[in-house]
């Protein structure tokens, strides 16, 4: 009701957002150190693992309950306190964390949640950074709020993990299979009506299939319903505000008047406010605002290549790392693409990257540090190393 999401994207959402509490809770029992041997007969290394102290976290709108829950469950399971800061359009799911928080037995101050404006963030984000007690912030978002808090954070050199923006490249190789792919689009594009990070941003595909997938996508595409997220029909709801709705609306407009060509939606939904009509359009290429800016909205932008190579130039042409799916049923080239591609995570025949046992992160300007697995937890604890000396009688 808060984010606009279908109501089965949102039961979904609040299953994975629980699935981190639970893995954390068990994680947090296997924070092992270790004892390293020494050179000397006297002395012994040991190493300890600890909390990092109080620590900050400031969330997104776009999975409202996930984002909170992939910093607070390794937080708290490494035995740091937390602040968080929500975002501003979806503040009362975090609330209703906090309550069930409360409702656990989580002792007073563990959990604090700061609500604000759009205005406020900056004031906020500010105290979270110049406060020392704050020993670390973790933050999913926009790439220019993470440049601006990891600056920030330097004057204290404050730990920082961030997932920013992506820009996921959707490889189709001529030897994919055509309704794996289409129905990983399904996944990667429109779920939140292509308002995740982790959203394929630029289609790339190979000539030999290029006619079949882009058929069978537009066909599929032209299907889905948009609506209101309690209506059970619908497969996608609005976008969460009028700025989403004229991005997505830039990014399409600068693609079509370059020459791109709209095989399906294209305009505001009927139903008006900020629905969007689920898009595919070809023509994509380098010189297109969408090659370089994440669109987060319901458009699939397609170009077509000629070998791996190519795919894997095109890919890497991006100041992003989130994610590359890859759809090929090559077990070489599988190997082959996911090395080469500059990307945190790689989807090879499948629409879908996030879980909880699962290291999540990028490389480039898409972020530092991994959220979920054990990776995960690592990024909330620090490591002391104590040198144990004068042990000989
Ligand atoms: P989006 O474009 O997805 O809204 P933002 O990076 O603007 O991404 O927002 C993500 C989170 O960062 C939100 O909680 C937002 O309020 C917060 N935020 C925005 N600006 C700042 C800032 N200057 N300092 C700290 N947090 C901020």
Redesign the pocket.
């Known amino acids: 009701a808060e984010q606009g999401k279908p109501f089965d994207e949102a039961r979904a959402e609040v299953c994975y957002a629980a699935g981190f509490l639970d893995w954390f809770a068990e994680e947090g029992r296997r924070t092992y150190g270790d004892v390293i041997p020494s050179s000397s007969a006297d002395t012994r290394i040991v190493v300890l693992k600890q909390p990092v102290g109080v620590t900050a976290g400031?969330?997104?709108?776009?999975l409202p309950a996930a984002m909170v829950t992939r910093k607070l469950a390794p937080a708290l399971a490494a035995g740091n306190p937390m602040v968080l800061?929500?975002?501003?359009f979806t503040p009362l799911t975090a609330l209703a964390i906090m309550e069930l928080g409360v409702r656990a037995g989580l002792p007073a101050g563990v959990l604090n949640v700061v609500v604000g404006d759009?205005a406020d963030?900056?004031a906020?984000?500010a105290e979270l950074t110049s406060n020392r007690t704050v020993r670390k912030i973790g933050?999913t978002?926009?790439t220019?709020?993470g440049k601006?808090?990891l600056e920030q954070a330097a004057g204290q050199v404050k730990r920082v993990s961030l997932e920013l923006g992506g820009n996921s490249p959707f490889i189709v190789f001529d030897d994919a299979d055509v309704k794996t792919a289409v129905d990983s689009m399904m996944a990667a594009k429109f779920r939140n009506a292509g308002q995740l990070c982790t959203a394929a941003n630029r289609v790339l595909v190979q000539h030999g299939i290029y006619d079949d997938f882009v058929t069978a996508l537009a066909e599929r595409t032209g299907r889905l319903v948009v609506g209101h997220g309690f209506d059970e029909a619908s497969h996608l709801g609005p976008l969460i505000n009028e700025a989403g709705l004229a991005k997505v609306e830039r990014h399409l407009s600068d693609l079509v008047d370059r020459g791109g060509k709209v095989l399906t939606g294209g305009h505001r939904h009927a139903l008006g406010h900020t629905f969007f009509e689920p898009t595919v359009v070809t023509g994509l290429d380098a010189s297109a605002v969408m090659w370089r800016e994440e669109t987060f909205g319901p458009v699939a932008a397609i170009t077509a290549f000629g070998d791996e190579r190519e795919a894997v130039e095109l890919a890497n042409d991006t100041d992003y790392g989130l994610v590359g799916f890859v759809y090929t049923r090559d077990v070489g080239r599988v190997w082959r693409v996911s090395e080469a591609l500059e990307t945190g995570m790689v989807a090879v025949n499948t629409g879908r990257v996030s879980g909880e046992m699962a290291p999540f992160g990028g490389v480039k300007e898409s972020g530092l540090g991994r959220e979920g697995s054990k990776y995960g937890l690592e990024d909330w604890l620090e490591i002391k190393y104590v040198n144990l000396g004068g042990l000989n009688s």
Not at 58 to 62: A, D, L
């Open positions: 400031i969330t997104p709108w776009n800061k929500p975002a501003p759009v963030a900056a906020i984000g933050f978002g926009s220019a709020v601006l808090l």
